[in-house]
Each structure stands twice: as structure tokens, then as C-alpha cells.
């Protein structure tokens, strides 16, 4: 796809949409995406499987011994892992728990894994589906972002100036997202901004308090030396931490 990082290539397609003769599907199929969800469904099974031994223990030492419960406890086994539970059979048989795992439907699904389809009722190429599909992405993500980590939750406002002034500090905070996340892509860094969040969370302004003969104490605020990985960030942003943050004195009374 134009524009994209050549490492992680997207296929995409066009074909028309079967049940509806004025819209299309365009079909996607994305290696890294592929690789994220592999991940994803290995964990879920991990964390299934583990939780199935931890039953099959119970019901072997004989802790848990009524069939009824044994069936109830396999059931909400099966409700908490959705993912990984599909591709598994579990019976209890003879004081144990057999499991049995669908290789044909887990080799089927594995198969799809990164593929997915996007429907749209406008003539588009794939292109420009492809493209209008990761702009609205960024734009939930982006948001969702400023809900959690900015805390621009949805307040509500008894005066409308009030709503009016939400709105456009999250839009400016939306377009300052943007822009963090559009110097870091040109300088090679695809993280995302929760990564980068967590990163710099560290780097913080630190206040010295010296206390004077005098009797008045002498504050010194300035920010602390960040390591390699920060100025790293902070160069690819163009963001020179020293200037922007220079040291501030203040005396007060003891």
C-alpha cells in the first residue's frame, strides 16, 4: 500500500459486494497484523491450557468430586477463555479430564488470521478504502487515548459555552496526538502512544529545597536528566528538553 512501511505490506482487494448490488468488499490481508493476532490466540491458549490443568488436578486429587459441579466448572472454564476454548473438547472421563483439540477448525482459523474485509457503499478503489479504514482507526484510538490517559471523559456540562470549551480542547489535544505521532513515524519510530506515554512518564521536574542562613529556603526546580531512550524521543520531536524547561528559583519564607 502506498505510504505504508515496507515492512508490514497490506494486500487489499476489490470485489463486489454479493448482497448488495451498489456496494463493495474490499478484502485485506496484513502480515503484521497476522503476526499480532498469532500472538494474541497463542497467549489465549496458554492461559487456557493452564487453567485446564489446574481443573484436571482438582478433579484427579479429588477435591472436586460431584459430576454436577465438575460440569459447572467446565463451563465457566469455556465462558472465560472464548478465544482458545472453540478449537477444545472437554469431557470429564473416568476421575480425569480429557481434552481434545480441533485441528481442523484451529488450522482453518489460523489460516484467516490478518485477513480481514472492509464494506463500503461508495465506488472506491482499494486503495482509498484501505486508507480511509486506518484514518478512522487512528481517530477512535487517538480519542480513546485522550478519554484514558488525558482524562477528557465526557462530562456533563450544564451550560453549552461549557460543551463548546470541552470540545475544543479535545480536538486540540486530538491534533497534537497527531502531530507526536506524525514526527515520530518520520524519524523511524512506529511505537504507539501509549508506549511513548509510559516512556516518558518517568521523566519528570524535580524542586530542590535549600534551606539559607537567613531563615528563607531557596527552591530550585528544574527537570531531571533523561535517559538514552527519552532523548532519543525528544530529538525525533525536535523538542530540546534544557531550553524548554530551564531551572526556576523561588525563595519563601521558612
Given amino acids: 500500500m502506498p505510504g505504508r512501511d515496507r515492512r508490514s505490506p497490506v494486500e487489499v482487494k476489490t470485489i463486489p459486494d454479493p448482497e448488495d448490488?451498489?456496494?463493495?468488499?474490499?478484502?485485506?490481508?496484513?502480515?503484521?497484523?497476522?503476526?499480532?493476532?498469532?500472538?494474541?490466540?497463542?497467549?489465549?491458549e496458554e492461559r487456557f491450557l493452564l487453567?485446564?490443568?489446574?481443573?484436571?488436578?482438582?478433579?484427579?486429587?479429588?477435591r472436586l468430586k460431584s459430576s454436577e459441579k465438575i460440569e459447572r466448572a467446565i463451563g465457566r472454564l469455556q465462558k472465560k477463555h472464548p478465544r482458545a476454548a472453540r478449537?477444545?473438547?472437554?469431557?470429564?472421563?473416568?476421575g480425569t479430564l480429557k481434552v481434545t483439540r480441533d485441528e481442523e477448525q484451529h488450522s482453518a482459523a489460523a489460516g484467516l488470521l490478518g485477513d480481514y474485509v472492509?464494506?463500503?457503499e461508495r465506488s472506491l478503489s482499494a486503495g482509498q478504502t484501505?486508507?480511509?479504514?486506518?484514518?478512522?482507526?487512528?481517530?477512535?484510538?487517538?480519542?480513546?487515548?485522550?478519554?484514558?490517559?488525558?482524562?477528557?471523559?465526557?462530562?456533563f456540562h450544564q451550560l453549552e459555552h461549557r460543551v463548546e470549551a470541552h470540545i475544543l480542547i479535545s480536538v486540540l489535544a486530538y491534533h497534537l496526538l497527531c502531530w507526536v505521532r506524525a514526527r515520530l513515524r518520520e524519524g523511524g519510530d512506529a511505537r504507539?502512544?501509549?508506549?511513548?506515554?509510559?516512556?516518558?512518564?518517568?521523566?519528570?521536574?524535580?524542586t530542590t529545597r535549600l534551606p539559607l542562613e537567613d531563615g528563607r529556603v531557596l527552591h530550585i526546580r528544574k527537570p531531571t536528566v533523561p535517559d538514552?531512550?527519552?532523548?532519543r524521543v525528544y530529538r525525533k520531536l525536535g523538542i530540546d528538553w534544557k531550553a524548554e524547561f530551564p531551572p526556576m528559583k523561588r525563595?519563601?519564607?521558612g
Fill in 21 to 44: 448490488p451498489d456496494g463493495w468488499l474490499v478484502l485485506c490481508r496484513s502480515a503484521l497484523r497476522r503476526e499480532k493476532e498469532n500472538a494474541m490466540l497463542s497467549r489465549a
Fill in 51 to 62: 487453567d485446564v490443568a489446574a481443573l484436571r488436578k482438582r478433579i484427579e486429587t479429588a
Fill in 87 to 94: 478449537f477444545y473438547s472437554l469431557s470429564h472421563l473416568q
Fill in 251 to 253: 525563595f519563601v519564607k
Fill in 228 to 231: 538514552a531512550e527519552q532523548a
Fill in 118 to 120: 472492509l464494506k463500503t
Fill in 130 to 155: 484501505w486508507q480511509l479504514y486506518m484514518i478512522l482507526l487512528q481517530a477512535e484510538e487517538g480519542f480513546a487515548c485522550l478519554k484514558g490517559s488525558l482524562g477528557l471523559r465526557p462530562n
Fill in 192 to 206: 504507539d502512544w501509549k508506549t511513548v506515554r509510559r516512556l516518558l512518564s518517568t521523566h519528570s521536574l524535580a
